[in-house]
Nanobody
């Protein structure tokens, strides 16, 4: 059974940094994984995805390019999201997502992921 558990959220001032973690179990390191976020009144949006962890293929939303970095430890399938230069508009609930291969993860379609964590709140104040 696939289980995803996020941690590392919190409150930070604009310009600060946070590192989110997603502890994953029940699947192999070949799974595609990603981070999405949701704010009240908006649809869930893709933040960053790892298309193939062995080839280190990643994709980022334009709004976070150059500020966020997604990475994965294949030894224990822990997914990370390093968030730097945080802005108030980065505020939201951040979700970890995973899908078994063959997978075609998409930032614009969260239905490309079947497995989801419970989310962790990130609040950035100005």
């Amino acid at each position: 059974q696939v289980q995803l558990t996020e941690s590392g959220g919190g409150s930070v001032q604009a310009g600060g940094s946070l590192r989110l973690s997603c502890a994953a179990s029940g699947f192999k390191s070949s799974f595609c994984m990603g981070w999405f976020r949701q704010t009240p009144g908006k649809e869930r949006e893709g933040v960053a995805v790892i298309i193939n962890s062995y080839q280190s293929r990643t994709n980022y939303a334009d709004s976070v390019k150059g500020r966020f970095t997604i990475s994965k430890a294949n030894s224990d399938n822990t997914l990370y999201l390093q968030m730097n230069s945080l802005k108030p508009e980065d505020t939201g609930i951040y979700y970890c997502a995973a899908e078994s291969p063959p997978c075609m993860p998409s930032l614009t379609n969260d239905r490309t992921f079947r497995y989801w964590g419970q989310g962790t709140q990130v609040t950035v104040s100005s």
